[in-house]
């Protein structure tokens, strides 16, 4: 069972149908109108319907409201919509919760993020920058961490060096790819306005998911991108 129709919930949902084939039911459960809520209808519905190709059960308008485990292990979930399901493993795929519990209460806004101007710089002091999951921005993916990086890098040291900040970070819909499953061809999202051919999804991600880039990040070494830092 997973607990969120965001990337990672459909991504998480379609390794694990693939792994099991069959041999266990998969659900994912999305609290809206279905899978990949911030893009189009359209891709929303390929989303689904692959998932549904590999057997995920997918459940719209539907959340955990309460879950008990069993004294033989398993996890007993009751659903918003009155259901009761037996489950091995729960995972949540969704939310998130920026580490911002040390920050002044009047730098947050209602999400506990960090309010920032568009160069990534504070609106109450001068001095404070944040970016990723703790800034207060719309779209906080892997992808749009990278140009967050680079204006914050960029004004810092124009500050440092004694001029006004010059680059700006534009909040703004960014490439989303999401292989589904680990077959040939699996996948969608979008790609500069476009949906991709599931082809262009396994070439792009859908084969290793970008882990070869994973040390180098890990040791700030390149951005998540593969450009270097």
Same mark, same amino acid.
Not at 109 to 134: C, I
């Given at each position: 069972?997973?607990?969120? +129709? @965001?990337?990672?919930?459909? &991504?998480?949902? +379609? &390794? =694990? ?12 459960? %999305? ?10 209808? %359209? ?11 590999? !057997? ?16 033989? @292990? ?7 919509? @009155?259901?009761?399901?037996? #489950? %091995?493993?729960? =995972?949540?795929? /969704? ?13 947050? %806004? &209602? ?12 609106? &109450? ?6 970016? @990723?999951?703790?800034? #207060?921005?719309?779209?906080?993916? =892997? ?9 914050? *890098?960029?004004? *810092?040291?124009?500050?440092?060096? !004694? ?13 989303? =790819?999401?292989?589904? !499953? ?9 790609? /500069? ?15 290793? /998911?970008?882990? +070869? ?17």
């Amino acid at each position: 069972m997973l607990s969120g +129709g @965001g990337p990672t919930g459909v &991504e998480t949902a +379609g &390794e =694990i149908a693939t792994l099991w084939k069959g041999q266990k039911k998969v659900y994912l459960l %999305d609290s809206g109108a279905g899978p990949l809520p911030m893009l189009r209808e %359209d891709v929303r519905r390929t989303a689904k319907k692959q998932l549904e190709s590999l !057997g995920v059960v997918v459940k719209v308008n539907t959340r955990v409201v309460k879950e008990t485990k069993e004294q033989d @292990g398993t996890l007993t979930l009751q659903l918003s919509n @009155g259901e009761s399901i037996a #489950a %091995d493993l729960h =995972i949540p795929t /969704f939310g998130l919760s920026p580490n911002t519990a040390f920050v002044p209460a009047e730098m947050l %806004d &209602e999400t506990r993020s960090v309010k920032v101007d568009t160069h990534m710089r504070s609106t &109450e002091y001068a001095n404070v920058w944040a970016a @990723g999951d703790a800034a #207060a921005v719309k779209r906080k993916t =892997i992808v749009s961490g990278t140009p967050m990086m680079e204006a914050l *890098v960029v004004n *810092v040291v124009a500050v440092v060096e !004694g001029k006004e900040p010059v680059k700006e970070y534009k909040d703004e819909p960014t490439p989303m =790819i999401v292989p589904i !499953g680990g077959g040939f061809a699996m996948g969608t999202g979008i790609l /500069f306005g476009w949906k991709p051919w599931g082809l262009l999804v396994w070439l792009l991600k859908g084969r290793n /998911f970008f882990i +070869g880039n994973a040390p180098n990040v890990a040791l700030g070494k390149s951005l998540t991108s593969g450009g270097k830092v």
